[in-house]
Antibody, heavy 119, light 110 residues
Framework: QVHLVQSAAEVKRPGASMKISCKTS????????VHWVRQAPGQGLEWMGR???????TYAQKFEGRVTMTGDTSITTAYLELTGLRFDDTAVYYC?????????????WGQGTTVTVSS | NFMLTQPHSVSESPGKTVIISCTRS????????VQWYQQRPGSSPTIVIF?????PSGVPARFSGSIDRSSNSASLTISGLTTEDEADYYC??????????FGGGTKLTV
């Protein structure tokens, strides 16, 4: 079965950086893009960007300059790094697998990683 | 670019049918596939409709999707509502850069 298992919750100070991981299994890592989506408390889903494990990351304009998405094919793990954290970066961050045909949506999601930005 | 607009909330009784709309602000709703996701409280989203009207295995036939070019919108229809269907529902499409666009989400109360 396909699994995406994310790293544990984090608490960060404003201005700090975060890096969370998404360990994938049950499929060929390089055959699918991995998306990163976040959800602030009580809010909707917000797309942050995607990583093509064979190439690199493509980011939503809102996060350009603050975000880096990478993938380690040797351990089939994707990473999300966000710098210059602000209070409004407090959210649940999800990694999610794109369907084999990219335009067919997102077929598997990680369990989410809660990041709290607090002073 | 464009936005996908959904009603904030809908409510219907068990056994009834509900339709959740998703209207694209500009550009054709039919230009790229529309997906629908269900998110129960405290859980990750799961896909219930892909490519406009396709159901993944395991999703009941009570869930269906459609496109209406005249209103430039997509719709998710859930028939025979049960309390298990109570959740937030999000539509999703792609822009010209292949970036993902989500609707704002609709809270379904059964």
């Amino acid at each position: 079965q396909v699994h995406l298992v994310q790293s544990a919750a984090e608490v960060k100070r404003p201005g700090a950086s975060m890096k969370i991981s998404c360990k994938t299994s049950g499929y060929t890592f390089t055959d699918h893009h991995v998306h990163w989506v976040r959800q602030a408390p009580g809010q909707g889903l917000e797309w942050m960007g995607r990583i093509n494990p064979n190439a690199g990351g493509t980011y939503a304009q809102k996060f350009e300059g603050r975000v880096t998405m990478t993938g380690d094919t040797s351990i089939t793990t994707a990473y999300l790094e966000l710098t210059g954290l602000r209070f409004d970066d407090t959210a649940v961050y999800y990694c999610a697998r794109a369907a084999r045909y990219y335009y067919s949506g997102i077929d598997y999601w990680g369990q989410g990683t809660t990041v709290t930005v607090s002073s | 670019n464009f936005m996908l607009t959904q009603p904030h909330s809908v409510s219907e009784s068990p056994g009834k049918t509900v339709i959740i709309s998703c209207t694209r602000s500009n550009g054709s709703i039919a230009s790229t596939f529309v997906q629908w996701y269900q998110q129960r409280p405290g859980s990750s989203p799961t896909i219930v409709i892909f490519e406009g009207n396709q159901r993944p295995s395991g999703v009941p036939a009570r869930f269906s999707g459609s496109i209406d070019r005249s209103s430039n919108s997509a719709s998710l229809t859930i028939s025979g509502l049960t309390t298990e269907d109570e959740a937030d529902y999000y539509c999703q499409s792609y822009d010209t850069n292949n970036d993902v666009v989500f609707g704002g989400g609709t809270k379904l109360t059964v």
